[in-house]
């Protein structure tokens, strides 16, 4: 397992201080990036379970506070720790986390098992990535909007200000994200730092005042308020899942810091505060049931609210920050796992792979964030909608993580059963409870993880279909290159070097057989690059070309497959530059190149490959692909892009 990014990896790791160094360094930067979700979700977790408002609200007496905080820490110990940092974090690919991970290591054993249910298995894990987009809608809205609220508690006339200022603030998220989060990225670590020892402090006071809140670490009350009061716990945990969410953020973002890092951070800094805030707002309530209109806020002295407010603001920002990021990455990995269509993608930092900017999901975040703050205009109402998404992603996790340990780790059976259903039993407790608010705004991330399935899996399936249809009019490579060279297709070879990006070495370029047919030409030198995308996150340069010379060693013709890891964008030029000239027949000549693309025009056919509405969102999709001449890093006034259609 990959313990960091080699990009973070200090030059001097060997000497122990320096070792020291950049393991804080890493532990510090996974505070700021990898916890700004779960960290700020004691700003309104105790609020939303006790909100009067709620369709089915929580009385507040002594025996459901103790039950209630109880329930929190117990979901946060079962979840978080044990489903996550114990379990799930050990199942990564090459050291990457997160739920295309596991779709990457269910494809990789599909060989080994049913096809039939690792394709079922992959298409929930695909439904999981939906549910993960969804999420990175409303955590912004959700986040921002519960830190804002603290205005109306220090000053209620500040009430009608809320949503207003929550829309610029997230609008000024969005705009500066194409600047990218390098600069910013120095600074996160630190405010969350200050962040989880003020709420830690803060939580501290709280439990002096009424250090009976203490009994609420015993499992007896949650098992208790969940056996007794099974009708109001039920209800309940639609709200408790909020002091989870965020969790997934530790697995996915586990290729950037490392699997240590982020334990580190998750144990001795963010669980001991995120408790203590949360055992303090307990007492809070006890104290005062008046004060569930604000607990987290008032749990902190009258001259430290405004500070704690901006504080939270900050917080709220880097927790978004660290979602919009996460949805880069999960679009950009779909794209490049056949998904998406090609995405274009900009990098923002010259040191560190994981921080990209997509401009396309960008615009949709921002818009659809908007739209979430000014429908819903409080985090108590978006709050119904926050957990389904949370619920689905976990449980989906859960799921996939036990065929993995079993098919990969050949884990006993047993075991499997026994772990698994107990932690199924809790996830699905979870997703019952909110499927509850289904009326109430649960609805929203179920339609929004759909309508992304419904993209995801119909892009896979069209491209499937084009893909043969592409194959069909390009013919057999190798035959089209024997009928070059015995002369059957007649073609003058003028001087230079051609490059054809193809799909694969079983067919013609359709640009090149075009060239041939029509202007009954070739250059002297002809490079056909294919990319392939390996189900690793990325590969080392020594795995990067394998270049066939087609049968012929001497005709200047030559096949060359590039691998790209699913987290790596293709540079071509750079790519054909690690080819030494005995391998091509000869030096590419790079600076002279010439790059030849095939475009496909698609229209809807009369053919049953597909139902014809999803034949129109398949062909509506393909306009948000990408040029390719700047995906693929190709110079401009030396690519030549030949067109042609397909029926779907």
């Known amino acids: ?162 949503v207003p200022l929550t829309a610029v603030i997230v609008a000024a998220l969005f705009l500066v994200q194409r600047r990218g989060t390098a600069a910013v990225g120095r600074v996160f670590g630190p405010v969350m730092i200050l962040w989880f020892l003020v709420i830690g402090a803060c939580g501290v006071r709280g439990i002096a005042d009424h250090p009976q809140i203490l009994k609420a670490l015993s499992p007896s009350y949650a098992l208790s308020f969940l056996a007794g009061h099974f009708g109001t716990a039920f209800f309940a945990l639609a709200a408790v899942v909020l002091a989870v969410t965020g969790a997934e953020a530790l697995y996915a973002d586990m290729g950037h810091f490392g699997r240590r890092a982020i334990t580190r951070g998750w144990l001795f800094v963010v669980l001991p505060a995120c408790v203590l805030s949360y055992l303090g707002q307990g007492a809070l309530i006890l ?132 772990g698994g259903t107990l932690l199924l039993v809790v996830d699905l407790l979870f997703v019952s409870a909110n499927a509850t608010k289904l009326l109430h705004g649960a609805w929203l991330p179920l339609l929004i993880g759909l309508t992304a399935f419904t993209v995801m899996t119909t892009w896979q399936r069209g491209r499937e279909i084009v893909t043969a249809e592409r194959e069909r009019h390009e013919g057999p490579l190798q035959q089209f290159v024997d009928q070059l060279h015995t002369g059957e297709v007649p073609a003058v070879r003028v001087p230079g070097t051609a490059v054809f990006l193809n799909r694969g070495n079983l067919t013609a370029p359709l640009a090149m057989r075009a060239n041939v047919e029509h202007n009954h030409v070739r250059h002297q030198q002809v490079v056909i690059l294919s990319i392939e995308t390996d189900t690793v996150p990325r590969v080392p340069t020594e795995r990067r070309v394998l270049v066939d010379d087609l049968g012929y060693a001497e005709d200047g013709i030559v096949h060359v497959t590039a691998r790209f890891g699913y987290m790596e964008t293709p540079d071509v030029p750079g790519t054909l530059a690690l080819l030494a000239p005995a391998a091509t027949e000869g030096p590419v000549e790079l600076d002279q190149a010439s790059y030849f693309l095939s475009t496909i025009e698609l229209r809807r056919g009369q053919e049953p490959t597909m139902a014809p509405w999803r034949k129109r969102l398949f062909i509506a999709t393909s306009y948000i692909t990408a040029d390719a001449a700047e995906y693929f890093s190709l110079p401009r006034d030396r690519t030549i892009i030949m067109g042609s259609h397909i029926e779907v």
């Open 1 to 162: 397992m990959a313990d960091r990014d080699p990009a973070l990896r200090p030059p001097e790791a060997h000497h122990p201080a320096a070792h020291d160094t950049a393991r804080l360094a890493l532990v510090v930067g996974a505070l700021g990036v990898v916890f700004g979700d779960i960290g700020t979700s004691p700003i309104y977790t105790l609020q939303t379970v006790f909100n009067p408002d709620d369709p089915h609200p929580v009385p507040v007496t002594t025996a459901n506070v103790y039950g209630v905080v109880s329930l929190v820490f117990w979901s946060i110990v079962v979840i978080v720790l044990v489903t996550y940092v114990l379990l799930a974090m050990r199942a990564d690919n090459d050291g990457e986390g997160g739920i295309m991970a596991l779709i990457t290591l269910l494809r990789r054993s599909a060989a080994q098992r049913g096809r039939r249910t690792t394709a079922v298995l992959a298409a929930l894990g695909i439904f999981g990535a939906a549910l993960f987009l969804g999420d990175s809608m409303i955590t912004p809205a959700m986040s921002v909007l519960s830190a804002v609220e603290g205005l109306k508690v220090v000053e209620p006339s500040f009430e009608d200000a809320v």
């Open 287 to 418: 104290a005062d049931p008046a004060n569930i209109s604000g607990p987290f806020f008032l749990l902190v002295p009258g001259w430290g609210r405004w500070p704690i407010i901006l504080l939270a603001t900050a917080a709220t920002v880097i927790a978004s920050q660290a979602v919009i990021t996460g949805a880069y990455s999960v679009a950009s990995q779909a794209a490049q796992l056949g998904y998406l269509p090609r995405l274009r993608i900009a990098y923002t930092s010259e040191s560190t792979m994981g921080q990209i900017y997509v401009p396309w999901i960008n615009w949709l975040l921002m818009a659809s964030v908007l739209t979430l703050v000014f429908a819903f205009r409080s985090s108590a109402a978006l709050a119904f909608a926050f957990g389904m998404a949370v619920t689905g992603t976990i449980t989906i996790t859960t799921l996939l993580f036990l065929y993995v340990a079993r098919a990969r780790w050949n884990t006993p059976l047993w075991v499997i059963a026994t």
